[in-house]
C-alpha cells in the first residue's frame, strides 16, 4: 500500500481543551497525541474526548501534490536531496500537505516526520481552503507536469486509482493526481465551512 496521507475534522474546542493543558504545551501536544484516533478504542484516555467528525486519504500522491501545490523543488541548492522532515515551500501550499503545529507522541517540538500529527487552526484551514479553491485542477497539473517527471516524487510512476486492476502510466496518467487533488479540496472545503480544525499524518 505504501505511504498516505490521512486527515481528520476536528472540533477546535475539543482540541485547544486538550492542548491547554496545567503541565505546559509539551503535556498537550502529548495529550492531543494520545487522543487522535480515539474513537476507534473502547474507552478514551482521560475525561475529554477528541471526536473526530470526517475522515479521509489521498493515496500515495501526497509528496507529488506538495510539489504540484508548492511549485518548490524536493532538492537543496546543492542537490542533495533534502530530508523529509524538512518540506519547502510557503503558507498557505505548505500547509494543505506538510504545514501545521507538529504533534508527537512526547510533545516535544519537532520537524514533522513520519506518524507525527500535523495540526492546523481554523484559520489556517480557512487560508488552504481559499488557496485551493483558487486553482484550476487540470491547467495547473498541465502546467507542472514536466516538473513532476523530472522530479521523480514518491511512488510518482506507480500510483493509480484504487479501482484500478492496475497501474496505468504515472499518477498524472492514471488520473490519481487528479482524482486525491478533489478528496483534498472537497475535505479542506467542509472543513473550512464548518470551522473545523484539521489533523493530517503520513503512514
Partial sequence: MGFWLFLTRHDPTEVHTLLDHPDGPEAGRALLYDHHGEDT?????????????????????????????????????????????????????????????????TGEASRPGWDDLLLLDPAEVRAVNSFLSSLDRDALIAERYEFLASEGPYSFGLAAPPEADSATGNMVQSGALARDFDVLRNFYARAAAAGNAVIKSIG
Fill in 41 to 105: 478504542h473502547p474507552e478514551p484516555t482521560g475525561p475529554v474526548r477528541l471526536r473526530t467528525l470526517e475522515e479521509a486519504n489521498t493515496t500515495r500522491t501526497w509528496d507529488a501534490l506538495h510539489l504540484l501545490f508548492t511549485g518548490c523543488s524536493d532538492y537543496g541548492l546543492d542537490g542533495d536531496r533534502l530530508d523529509e522532515d524538512q518540506p519547502v515551500g510557503e503558507p498557505p501550499a505548505r500547509d494543505v500537505i506538510w504545514g501545521g503545529l507538529v504533534i508527537t507522541p
